[in-house]
C-alpha cells in the first residue's frame, strides 16, 4: 500500500534554531500534502495544507512565517520550524492524500516529535 | 473550539468482549467520518469510515455507528483482541475531504 515517510522521528534543539522536517510519499505522487501538530491530551491540529508547486494554504492562527512549508515535487513536502521556542515542541505529522485507486482518505507520516530546549 | 470530541481519553477492556469507543461532534455540516488507530511511534493508520448518508457501516470486527441527530459516532470492537491496544482517532469533514477535524483520542488496552 501508499507509504508516507516521515523524518526525522525525534529532534531536540535549542531555542533560536530552526528545524526541518521532510514528508515524503514512497510510492505515489502526492499533490496535496497536510501538516497537522498534536499538543500532549489533544486533538491532531492542521496546521497548513501543503500544494505541490504552489504556496500553501495555513489555517487560522498558524504563523506562516515561522513555520515554512515547501512542496517542491510531487514526493516531498517540507515543514521548517524557524527560530523555534519552547512552546513549539510537539509532535508534528505529515499527511497525504491516497492514490484514488484505495478507500483510504489519507495516507500519514510516522511523525516528528520535536523538543525544544 | 474543538468540533470533534472524545470525553473518554482512556478505555480497558478484557479480550473477547466488546470495545465501545465513543466521538461527538459540534459541527453539523460534517458529512463524512474516520477512525484511525495510532501505535507508539507510528503515524495513524485508517480503520473504518461513514458517511452521513449512513448510520452503520462495518467491516470484519470493526463497525461504526452514526447518529446524526445527537452528533455522535462510536466505533464498535468485537470480540477487542490484545492487538486493538492503541489509540484511536476519529475524525470529520464536512464537504471536503482534505480537511479534517480530528479528536484527541482513546487509549484503548485490551486485556488478555
Known amino acids: 500500500g501508499a507509504v508516507v515517510s516521515q523524518h526525522p522521528s525525534w529532534v531536540i534543539c535549542k531555542s533560536g534554531t530552526s528545524v526541518k522536517i521532510e514528508c515524503r510519499s514512497l510510492?505515489?505522487?502526492?499533490?496535496?500534502m497536510f501538516w497537522y501538530r498534536q499538543f500532549p491530551k489533544q486533538s491532531l491540529m492542521l496546521m497548513a495544507t501543503?500544494?505541490?508547486?504552489?504556496?500553501?494554504?495555513?489555517e487560522q492562527g498558524v504563523e506562516k512565517d515561522k513555520f515554512l512549508i515547501n512542496h517542491a515535487s510531487l514526493t516531498l513536502s517540507t515543514l521548517t520550524v524557524t527560530s523555534a521556542h519552547p512552546e513549539d515542541s510537539s509532535f508534528y505529522i505529515c499527511?497525504?492524500?491516497?492514490?484514488?485507486?484505495?478507500?483510504?482518505?489519507?495516507?500519514f507520516g510516522s511523525g516528528t516529535q520535536l523538543s525544544v530546549l | 473550539d474543538q468540533q470533534v470530541k472524545q470525553n473518554s481519553p482512556s478505555l480497558s477492556v478484557q479480550e473477547g468482549r466488546i470495545s465501545i469507543l465513543n466521538c461527538d461532534y459540534t459541527?453539523?455540516?460534517?458529512?463524512?467520518f474516520l477512525w484511525y488507530k495510532k501505535y507508539p511511534a507510528e503515524g495513524p493508520t485508517f480503520l473504518i469510515s461513514?458517511?452521513?448518508?449512513?448510520d452503520k457501516n462495518e467491516d470484519g470486527r470493526f463497525t461504526v455507528f452514526l447518529n446524526k441527530s445527537a452528533k455522535h459516532l462510536s466505533l464498535h470492537i468485537v470480540p477487542s483482541q490484545p492487538g486493538d491496544s492503541a489509540v484511536y482517532f476519529c475524525?470529520?469533514?464536512?464537504?471536503?475531504?482534505?480537511?479534517?477535524?480530528f479528536g484527541s483520542g482513546t487509549k484503548l488496552n485490551v486485556k488478555p
Open positions: 499527511s497525504a492524500d491516497p492514490p484514488a485507486t484505495t478507500n483510504e482518505k489519507l495516507f
Open positions: 510510492d505515489f505522487q502526492a499533490t496535496t
Open positions: 501543503s500544494n505541490e508547486g504552489s504556496k500553501a494554504t495555513y
Open positions: 459541527n453539523s455540516m460534517f458529512d463524512y
Open positions: 461513514i458517511s452521513s448518508i449512513k
Open positions: 475524525a470529520a469533514s464536512a464537504g471536503n475531504f482534505n480537511k479534517f477535524y
